[in-house]
Every structure is written in C-alpha cells, then in structure tokens.
C-alpha cells in the first residue's frame, strides 16, 4: 500500500451564530473552501480529482442532498467529478480526511480534496412527519443546531442527556474545577488573538465572497479568567460549565488536499505532512467529551510511536471540561495543546471543526520544525476519532 500526504489545507473564517455568515448558504460555504484550498495548488488540474469526500453534521435544510456534491458544482469544477458527504456529527470532516487517506492508500486514488461545513445559524427547525394525515393534536417544531432531537422512547435516559449536562457529568467524575476551566478558556482566547495578530492565520483563511469577516468571530481579545467567572451556569444552577467556557454556535467550511506521494508532480506542491495514523473510539453516550482518549492512544500506536514523540496537539475544545480531561489523562504538557488557540475562541462549526485541526495542526508543525503531532476531536453519541501527522517538509 501506498502512503498519504496532507498537502495544503484552508478554511473560512468562522462566523458566531446569527454573525457575519449568517446570510451565506452552507453549500456556499462548501464551495468556498473547496475553490480556497485548490487555489494553493494552481498546478491541480481539478479534472484529475478522484474523489471529494465531505463531512456535514445537520444536513437538514440548504445542507442537504449530498453538499459536498453541491461545494463541487457550485466551486465550479468539472461534472466529472465526484464527491460523498460523511457524517459522524462533530468529527464529520476528519472523518472526511481519514477517509480521504484510506482511499489514497488502497490506490484508488491519487488525489482526494476532504473536508466540511455546516452553517449552525440557518439550521432549519424540523416537524415529525405524522404517519396519518391531519393528526389531532400540537405539533412541535424541533430545532436541529445542536443536539439531541426527536429522540427514540427506546434510548436510555441517561445516554440522551444534553451535550452540557453530560459535561457537567464529566466534571463531577473528573473534579475538574470551575477555575481551571475558565483558565483553560481564557487561554483560548488569548492564543487566538495572539496569533491571528502574529498573521499565522494568514495562510489558512480564504475570505467569504460578501461577507464582511476578516478572521474568527468569536474570539474576545481581553478575556480573563475573572471575567469568565462572572458568568453564569448554562446547565445547573450549581454547575461549573458556562456560555464562556464552552464552544459557541458557529457558521464556517474547511478544507484539505489530500494525495499520494507520487501527486506531489501533479498537485504542484510538496507534501506538508504523512498521515502516520488514525484512531476512532466510542464509549457511553454521556461521557462523548473523555473518548478522544482512547482514540488518540490508537492512533500513536498505529503511527508506532508515543505521547513522549509528540510535539504538537490539537484537540477540538467543544468544552472546557472535556479538554481538560482528557489533558489529564494523557499526562502530557498542556502547553502543546492548541498553542494557536481552540474552538472556545475561534468556533465550533460542527462538520468543519475536525478539518480545521488538521490543517491548523500541520501549519503549527511546519512552523515548529517538529516531528510529530495529534489531532483528535470529541463526537456526540459518544465517539471520537483522531490523527497522527509526521512532518516531512
């Protein structure tokens, strides 16, 4: 089997909810980042694409049918060619990359863009379809940004808590502490910040076609921990998680090259970094937020190394807590994690998030000179994947 390469990654910048892309169609989005990363290998001749492979958690409303056939079609690249969407909710676009790589390294392709949107602002509200017509009582509509919905009896009760009960969860069996967790945001948004305004971003970011967004919306230069203390819980009049240390709603894409070595001639670029490894978990629905664990550890295995090698790492911050837990337990330095910043600060667009780890990972290791890094992102419904990079540059 051959190997596979990242070789270029860009992503819009990602807009808070009801913001500045509020006005903007997920597929447009789609389509953005799609002619955005291929625009950094001009010598791609997109007809020689062999797959695109597209992440999307909500699909249920300009999102649907298949967007990543529509971010083809709308980039306009050649009918010719293909593309799938993937979802397994938040880790949607890493599960398009790790796709992406398994296509690569079994030869049946050479190139394969992945990648992920999802516009959580114009996520539509959804009606049950009655099985008989003209039922006698209220319907409800259902909001389908985030979260459990139209739930099935059959589910137990404890795995269908939401997303920030199951976190307050995860804080109670971790003694995680309030304090660290608005530390650990505070964090976030400084590093973000700082490196937006260090223009590392730069490179990453393709700008929205009449969207006035110059970089990520949520990021609030100036947070402290004393101000994040002075917010309230979100989840339990007692609890610890709040609107402050926790990811936001968010609208945004993102998108990788991804090839075999021998594309490198073809793409016009030198590969960036190897996927080295690949690690997909799963545990109890609740405890979603701790399976990156797990997940990651597969992955060094896979790679053939250890936490010791590792340099860099980015883990998508869908909460403070969680993050924090999982720091923990791989007992590595806190402060290889999310050194550019985490989606407390810069967003959680669900199905572009995991995309975005990777590209930003890869930057991160291409400026660092390291050898090694890990991408790795939580999953509602308890999951988890993550990834391995080596630089090669």
Request: glycine share 10%; hydrophobic share 45%; proline share 6%.
């Amino acid at each position: 089997m051959t190997e596979s390469y990242l070789y270029a990654a860009a992503r819009t910048p990602f807009g808070r909810f009801g913001g500045a892309l509020a006005d903007v169609r997920p597929d447009d989005l789609a389509a953005v980042a799609l002619s955005g990363v291929l625009a950094k290998a001009p010598g791609l001749d997109p007809a020689a694409i062999g797959d695109v492979v597209w992440g999307n958690a909500n699909g249920a409303g300009e999102d649907n049918r298949n967007v990543g056939r529509m971010a083809v079609l709308l980039a306009g690249l050649p009918v010719s060619v293909p593309a799938t969407t993937v979802n397994r909710l938040c880790g949607s676009s890493l599960d398009a990359a790790i796709l992406a790589s398994r296509t690569i390294e079994s030869g049946d392709a050479d190139v394969v863009i992945a990648g992920g949107v999802e516009s959580m602002t114009r996520a539509p509200w959804v009606l049950p379809k009655p099985s008989r017509a003209y039922p006698a009582g209220n319907m409800t509509a259902v909001s389908t940004t985030l979260g459990w919905r139209l739930v099935n009896e059959r589910m137990p009760a404890e795995w269908t808590v939401s997303l920030g009960e199951a976190n307050e969860q995860l804080q109670e069996k971790f003694s995680i502490s309030r304090e660290r967790q608005d530390a650990f945001a505070a964090r976030s948004h400084r590093l973000a910040d700082e490196a937006w305004s260090a223009g590392f971003y730069d490179a990453l970011v393709v700008p929205v076609p009449g969207a006035d967004l110059a970089r990520d919306e949520s990021i609030r230069p100036g947070t402290t921990p004393e101000t994040l203390a002075g917010l309230k819980p979100s989840f339990r009049p007692d609890g610890t998680i709040t609107a402050g240390n926790a990811s936001p709603l968010n609208d945004g894409a993102s998108a990788l090259v991804i090839g075999s070595e021998d594309a490198s001639s073809r793409i016009g670029l030198a590969p960036l970094a190897r996927i080295a490894g690949r690690g997909v978990s799963a545990l109890e629905p609740q405890l979603f937020g701790f399976a990156p664990v797990e997940a990651a550890d597969r992955a060094l295995a896979r790679a053939g190394i250890t936490w010791a090698d590792v340099s860099a790492v980015e883990l998508n911050e869908a909460f403070a807590v969680q993050s924090l837990a999982c720091v923990d337990a791989w007992g590595i330095d806190p402060e290889i994690v999310n050194a550019k910043g985490g989606a407390i600060a810069i967003g959680h667009p669900l199905g572009a998030s995991g995309a975005r780890i990777l590209g930003t990972l890869a930057a991160r290791l291409q400026e660092s000179g390291d050898r090694w890094g890990v991408a790795a992102i939580c999953i509602g419904v308890g999951q988890a994947l993550a990834v391995v990079l080596e630089n090669v540059a």
